[in-house]
């Protein structure tokens, strides 16, 4: 079992930016892909970036590409997603999924998920 706590989120300007910290717990992430899908009013999930725990690689969005930033901290656990340039497009509740070898599909069975985090952005 993988627990995952999101922070961070808030209101933002376009342009302004916000950080995404999510913690993890309950077992070693050797293995597992932790990143982020988000979800809009209305609309299905839509993956934004993961990284692989222990390789290191990082997938992105094209719709975030050099946007936003995902790294993590060994030490703590911990998976950040920095959004920079925001759009009014980013406005979604944000989840941290964590998942073996890749977070994709959202519907993957394999996935644990954090309650979520809100990140609307003002126009």
């Known amino acids: 079992q993988v627990q995952l706590e999101e922070s961070g989120g808030g209101l933002a300007q376009t342009g302004g930016s916000l950080r995404l910290s999510c913690a993890a717990s309950?077992?070693?992430?050797?293995?597992?892909?932790v990143g982020w899908f988000r979800q809009a009013p209305g609309k299905e999930y839509e993956f934004v970036a993961q990284i692989i725990w222990n390789l290191g690689n990082i997938n992105y969005a094209d719709s975030v590409k050099g946007r936003f930033t995902i790294s993590r901290d060994n030490a703590k656990n911990t998976v950040y997603l920095q959004l920079d340039s925001l759009k009014p497009e980013d406005t979604a509740v944000y989840y941290c999924?964590?998942?073996?070898?890749?977070?994709?599909?959202?519907?993957?069975?394999?996935?644990?998920w954090g309650q979520g985090t809100q990140v609307t952005v003002s126009p």
């Open positions: 309950g077992r070693p992430l050797s293995g597992f892909a």
């Open positions: 999924v964590a998942g073996p070898l890749t977070i994709r599909p959202s519907s993957a069975k394999s996935n644990y």
